[in-house]
């Protein structure tokens, strides 16, 4: 477990940057547009990479402190998006977007897992090895 904590804020940089390139390959390469939730996660996972590489690059464990911030806000859009998918009253079309739908799934891990819930699991992830960092980083 020591050993984990002593590179949490290099696996929270490793899930973060793999969030971006599952994102760029769907989005860029195979032209799946994104509801406008997915892009509100983006919006918080493409800085995590940024600030985690850079705080794993210098040792720098007070960038978990701005990476957690980020990872919870996303956390709660893929959440939301998760939620909304099985209780209709609460979408909002406006969110979605026209073209794409919150509720289509275009990507199904193993048959049941999709964006949103692999986002939310990314993002969990990613706040619970900061929340690790922190806490050793303390004196």
Known sequence: MNGLKSYALYFAWVIALCGLLISLYFGELLRYEPCHLC???????????????????????????????????????????????YIPALR??????????????????????????LSLAGFALIAMLLGMVCVRSKP
């Not at 990476?67 to 893929?78: K, P, T, V």
């Not at 909002?92 to 819930?117: D, H, M, N, R, Y």
């Open 92 to 117: 909002v079309q406006a969110l979605c977007g026209e073209k794409s739908s919150c509720t289509e799934s275009v990507f199904l891990l193993f048959g049941w897992i999709s964006f949103p819930i």
């Open 39 to 85: 892009w509100y996660q983006r919006i918080f996972l493409f800085p995590l990479v940024i600030l985690l590489g850079m705080g794993t690059y210098r040792e720098d464990y007070n960038s978990a402190i701005y990476g957690i911030a980020l990872a919870i806000l996303g956390g709660l859009f893929a959440l939301y998006q998760i939620v909304e998918t």
